[in-house]
Every structure is written in structure tokens, then in C-alpha cells.
């Protein structure tokens, strides 16, 4: 009797939480249309003028932009925008938008943001995700850029914060790794290894940019900035960014 009861409590609460990880997998996912291969965010640079040339130069570059941008700014910033979908407060989630699109120093960084922004949210859109209100406050904020989109996606499918974010990071270490293994260019095995090497920090990651002071979120990344400028001009690319 125990045990039937027991089974019979835990099994909805397994299979809602099956259905989040499934939908943060589809989230998290290459295959989402929203043109993620197409930007490399500096890297290709990075490569062009020779800091990145072989994988431990590449794993490198990869952590250093993990733990001294991405976790201290984009992430954190996520994480606002989880929360304000969640409190369903249009002007926070309005003025975080506008701080995200203001963090990108280059034109193809923010044109990116943009893009891939307005792509999930007409995907989100077609696809009837969360409620009509919060769809039109979506739908309202132009430009929009990704962490807000995605946020909202999160939260339409009752992903929590933590997974969340661990979810994009790891959707971000992923397209990097992607963008090293067509531009160094890497072997697969190579590439995995990096993916294997950094995938651990990516939940300590989520953990601190959960709980940063939003007065200690930082995205000062002027290597980051000048390559990306540079990136503009290159002769020859394979990416957009």
C-alpha cells in the first residue's frame, strides 16, 4: 500500500518534470530555427588575428569568455528577465531588454541579439507559448534581443531558474565549440574535448549569476569589443558575428 501510494504521489511531479527538460533540451538545441550557426561572437576574429589557433588555444578563449563576460553579464542578466516574466512586470523586463541591447559594443554583436531575438519570438508566438498577456508584452518589446525571448520560453514551459540558465549556457558553450570546430578549423574529438572540459563550470555559472547583485553585473570586454569591431571588416568569414 505504501509503496503504491508512494508511486502514485511521485509520478506527476517526474513526468512535469520530464516535460521541462524536454522543452529546455528543444530550447538548448541547434536545430532551433533561430540561426544560432551563423555567429560565432568574435571568435572567427579571435582566429583571424591569432589568439585562437589550435584547441587548448580555443578552450582558452572559450573559458575565458565563460567565466569573464558570459556569467557576469549575460547570464545575470537572463536570470532578471526569468524573474520578470515570472512577476509579469512589462517594465522591468522593458528596461533589462534595453540594458541587454546596450552591452553590445559592436554592430554585428547587437544586430545578432536582435536577430535571434525576433526569430524565437515569432516562434513563440506561432507556437501559442505561455499566456495571451504574456505573449503581447513579448511581442511589444522591439528590438528584442535573446536572453528576453528565451526567458520567456523558459518560463512558458515552467523551466526553473537554475536549469534555465544552465540550459543557455550550455546552448552558448555549444555554438562556440561549433564555431572553433569550422574556423581553427578542429576535429570532432577535439571539440568534444572542450565541450567535456568546460561543460562542468557551467553549472557554478548559473549559481552565481542567480545571485549576483545586479550592481555587480559586468560586461567590460574591450578585447572582446575591438575583435568584434574588426570582425566587421574582415576579408574573409564564415560567420555573421
Known amino acids: 500500500m505504501t509503496a503504491s501510494l508512494a508511486n502514485t504521489i511521485t509520478e506527476p511531479v517526474a513526468a512535469a518534470s ?28 579571435a582566429v583571424e588575428h591569432g589568439i585562437i589557433h589550435d584547441a587548448p588555444s580555443a578552450e582558452r578563449w572559450i573559458a575565458s569568455q565563460l567565466d569573464g563576460v558570459f556569467a557576469t553579464g549575460e547570464l545575470p542578466l537572463l536570470a532578471r528577465q526569468w524573474r520578470g516574466w515570472h512577476a509579469d512586470d512589462a517594465a522591468a523586463l522593458t528596461r533589462t531588454n534595453t540594458w541587454i541591447l546596450a552591452t553590445r559594443e559592436a554592430s554585428e554583436l547587437r544586430f545578432e541579439t536582435e536577430q535571434m531575438g525576433w526569430s524565437l ?12 498577456a504574456r505573449r503581447a508584452v513579448l511581442m511589444s518589446m522591439k528590438p528584442i534581443a535573446l536572453p528576453t525571448a528565451f526567458a520567456f520560453a523558459a518560463v512558458a514551459h515552467d523551466a526553473p531558474l537554475h536549469d534555465t ?18 574556423a581553427v578549423p578542429l576535429g570532432q574529438l577535439a ?16 549559481t552565481h549569476a542567480a545571485s549576483l547583485d545586479p550592481a555587480r553585473i559586468n560586461t567590460f570586454s574591450p578585447g572582446l569589443a575591438i575583435l568584434a569591431s574588426r570582425h566587421e571588416t574582415q576579408y574573409s568569414r564564415l560567420f555573421r558575428s
Open 18 to 45: 520530464l516535460h521541462t527538460l524536454a522543452a529546455l533540451l528543444h530550447l538548448a538545441s541547434p536545430a532551433l530555427p533561430i540561426g544560432a550557426f551563423s555567429y560565432s561572437q568574435g571568435l572567427e576574429a
Open 121 to 132: 519570438t515569432q516562434l513563440a508566438g506561432s507556437l501559442a507559448w505561455g499566456t495571451d
Open 165 to 182: 540558465l544552465v540550459a543557455y549556457a550550455f546552448s552558448w558553450l555549444e555554438n562556440q565549440v561549433a564555431g572553433a570546430l569550422k
Open 191 to 206: 571539440a568534444q574535448r572542450i565541450i567535456v572540459a568546460l561543460r562542468a563550470r557551467l553549472a557554478p555559472a548559473a
